[in-house]
């Protein structure tokens, strides 16, 4: 595996990552502190191609593979984890699912509108007593003629009030049968269809996440995506590739952690010269360092099986496993190195350190994704 980047590759992160300084930089704290979900700038990074970057250019995407799509989620993650986890779920939650398994008439119609911008989308799995165990899930559809009703709530939906059009994973036959969920593409405005409590979080504060709440909600069958009872083969599928972009959210956090590190370190001065120059900063710097390279080798290495259409399991849920755990590391340590100031909101440092812990979470927990790639060890 060759992991040298293209030129076309790299002018693709430096627009991204000249865009972040001058759209985002300047908003990061008034968003975070007011839980602002911004909107607008989505639009822009539509116009840029960012909302669509898996999507065929047919289809009115950027038509760019995995290894650009990790560099555009890192760029923007290293200046806010909120935008970069938004951005993350639109693209390989709900337009990837679209995409992936959608008909000619459901990507005709709702992939340009995700790619563009004009439209953000959600994707709802979980519900509040069934994280990681989905099969479990209580929200249902039942067929009634060429509509299916559905009823219940989703939790922890990153959109779930703002999104246009949501993916939602909903049980259509019995508990926990692996073949008993199937997946719709839900308008907003759709009768029955409304967005819930906002959650109040720690980090990622300006990425909205919410309930969607279905109360008798009339859905037609042409809004199934693939087969009955399909769905959560669906969704484990769309999840190998959401470990890459959550792996990629992680890593852009543990890089915007460590520049802002090293930039302190060589200019913060104590007992007469910069703290740079002490062993104790110094190896804490090359600890970082070497994870966050370890992180973007497994990374680039599941965006190569990815990108030739081979089995990802084991490895999207490694780069993703270790690089969430890297990036809360690598920000823990940010905080260390800037001492007091480190805690206050002045500095940068802090918001990473926030931020970070959603990735050990969002998308399967740390036990999870030991749990498989356990498995996927022991099945050879």
Not at 120 to 139: F, H, P, Q, V, Y
Not at 264 to 269: G, I, L, M, N, P
Not at 308 to 335: D, F, H, L, P, Q
Not at 371 to 379: N, P
């Amino acid at each position: 595996m060759d992991f040298t980047k293209t030129e076309n590759h790299l002018m693709i992160a430096q627009m991204v990552r000249d865009f972040a300084e001058k759209e985002i930089r300047p908003h990061v704290m008034e968003w975070d502190e007011t839980q602002t979900f911004p909107r607008e700038v989505f639009r822009k990074m539509g116009e840029l191609g960012l909302m669509g970057v898996l999507v065929p250019e047919s289809y009115g995407g950027s038509g760019l593979g995995y290894n650009e799509y990790i560099s555009v989620i890192e760029e923007v993650a290293a200046v806010c984890g909120s935008v970069g986890l938004s951005l993350a779920a639109h693209n390989s939650l709900c337009t990837n699912h679209i995409y992936e398994f959608g008909n000619e008439q459901q990507k005709q119609k709702y992939l340009p509108r995700l790619a563009s911008g004009e439209w953000i989308g959600a994707w709802g799995l979980t519900e509040a007593n069934t994280g990681s165990d989905a099969l479990r899930m209580k929200c249902t559809a039942v067929q009634d003629g060429d509509y299916w009703v559905i009823n219940g709530t989703k939790n922890w939906i990153t959109h779930g009030i703002s999104g246009e059009v949501a993916v939602v994973l909903v049980r259509t036959g019995e508990l926990l049968d692996s073949h008993g969920i199937t997946a719709f593409i839900i308008e907003r405005g759709t009768p029955g269809f409304s967005g819930g409590k906002k959650e109040n979080k720690l980090g990622m504060r300006a990425s909205e996440t919410a309930e969607l709440i279905f109360d008798n909600c009339r859905v037609h069958k042409d809004q199934v995506l693939g087969q009955i009872g399909d769905g959560f083969v669906q969704a484990m599928k769309i999840l190998d590739g959401g470990r890459i972009s959550i792996g990629a959210l992680a890593l852009g956090i543990a890089k915007g952690a460590m520049r802002a590190s090293v930039t302190y370190a060589k200019q913060r001065e104590q007992f007469g010269q910069p703290i740079a120059n002490f062993q104790a900063i110094a190896f804490k710097l090359a600890d970082m360092a070497t994870e966050i390279e370890a992180a973007e080798i497994l990374l680039y290495q599941a965006a190569f099986l990815k990108n030739n259409k081979k089995k990802v399991t084991r490895e999207s849920a490694m780069a993703k496993y270790y690089a969430s755990e890297v990036s809360v590391r690598v920000a823990t340590e940010a905080v260390q190195i800037f001492g007091g100031y480190g805690y206050t909101k002045d500095f940068p440092v802090e918001k990473y350190y926030r931020d970070s812990k959603l990735c050990t979470i969002g998308e399967g927990t740390s036990e999870i994704q030991k749990l498989v790639i356990s498995r996927e060890i022991l099945k050879g």
